[in-house]
């Protein structure tokens, strides 16, 4: 009885887990989108081909680096963002996207 009780619990428990993160991804990928639409200022107008050119020891080409990684390409107006990834190191995960984001909230 007591084992049924715990294999019960533990897919409860594993159920709930991947409803919470399934949840967070859902807010985290909208607000990314609402972000994107209201950030104000100009564009950087670069390409990750051009990034990988600059000095080996520059933020450019640490940057470069990092979208070619991740398979990015910057997006317009968002290039800052990241910047940040590469300077703190934050991964590109939604957890890390999010501590980032307090992080950088102060």
Request: charged share 20%; glycine share 6%.
């Amino acid at each position: 009885m007591k084992s049924i009780f715990l294999s019960f619990y533990f897919e409860i428990q594993s159920t709930l887990k991947y409803l919470r993160e399934l949840l967070v991804s859902l807010g985290f990928t909208i607000s990314s989108k609402m972000y994107v639409f209201f950030k104000k200022g100009t564009s950087w107008h670069l390409q990750t081909t051009q990034l990988l050119s600059y000095p080996k020891h520059s933020l450019g080409f640490h940057l470069g680096c990092f979208l070619l990684k991740h398979k990015f390409e910057p997006q317009p107006r968002c290039e800052d963002h990241d910047v940040f990834h590469v300077l703190t190191g934050y991964k590109v995960d939604t957890a890390q996207e999010i501590a980032m984001q307090f992080w950088l909230w102060g």
